[in-house]
């Protein structure tokens, strides 16, 4: 791996933890039950991945039971308007939303489910992908839809569905299972940007050789 990126990282990083990142990002939260579930959801993602979105910046907001998406004022109007998905559904029948603004990424979230954070939060991390992963992807989703093979009926709306449904799978041994049967390509790919990123994590919250001191 390139050495002078992973100063540069290393620099960035500034030695904060997972749980500083994360904290950085949450602008509401509801209770201090809500938000631990959220720490207790990001914190499967690698370090690397939530510096990039805590860094972007990202802003998330935890909704309570039965508070609805369009009450978050983090949203731009245009996503409380629009019909998401082929059904057309209004925002306020979603249980979450990642919308790019134009100078931060807005996640907002119920608390629920460990899977709905972890799968909003793929949205958010898909916006730092590189071209050459977009396009693996791109090629992965149009061989997908040739068999209409997926795992779940959601993650054949789009592209960054087919990757949010497929990594919040992969942090759940039986759905990761799933995953590998039903797409075993997705499963390698979705490994190899973890894997990847994990690497990248362990570089640069070590210290490098030489700076230690006594
Ligand atoms: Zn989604």
């Not at 620099?11 to 950085?24: H, N, S, Y």
């Not at 602008?27 to 979105?53: C, D, I, T």
């Not at 793929?122 to 997926?150: C, G």
């Not at 979705?190 to 210290?207: F, M, R, T």
Request: proline letters at 4%.
């Amino acid at each position: 791996m390139d050495q002078q990126f992973l100063d540069s990282m290393r620099v960035r990083l500034a030695g904060r933890t997972k749980r500083q990142l994360i904290e950085e990002m949450i602008v509401r939260s509801p209770h201090v039950g809500a938000k631990e579930k959220l720490h207790l959801a990001l914190q499967e993602y690698p370090l690397f991945l939530l510096m990039m979105a805590r860094d972007y910046p990202t802003k998330i907001w935890i909704l309570d039971k039965g508070e609805r998406p369009t009450s978050a004022d983090i949203l731009s109007d245009g996503a409380r308007q629009r019909r998401w998905h082929s059904r057309g559904i209004h925002l306020d029948q979603c249980d979450g939303v990642v919308d790019v603004i134009d100078n931060y990424v807005a996640m907002v979230v119920s608390w629920k489910t460990l899977l709905i954070i972890r799968h909003e939060f793929a949205h958010v991390v898909t916006t730092f992908f590189s071209p050459k992963t977009r396009s693996q992807l791109a090629a992965l989703f149009e061989k997908a839809k040739m068999r209409n093979y997926f795992v779940e009926p959601l993650a054949a709306e789009s592209l960054g569905e087919y990757l949010a449904c497929a990594m919040s799978f992969y942090f759940f041994p039986d759905l990761r299972e799933d995953l590998r049967t039903v797409d075993p390509d997705l499963h390698t790919l979705v490994g190899g940007i973890l894997a990847e990123a994990e690497e990248i994590s362990a570089q640069i919250s070590s210290v490098p050789a030489g700076v230690a001191g006594a």
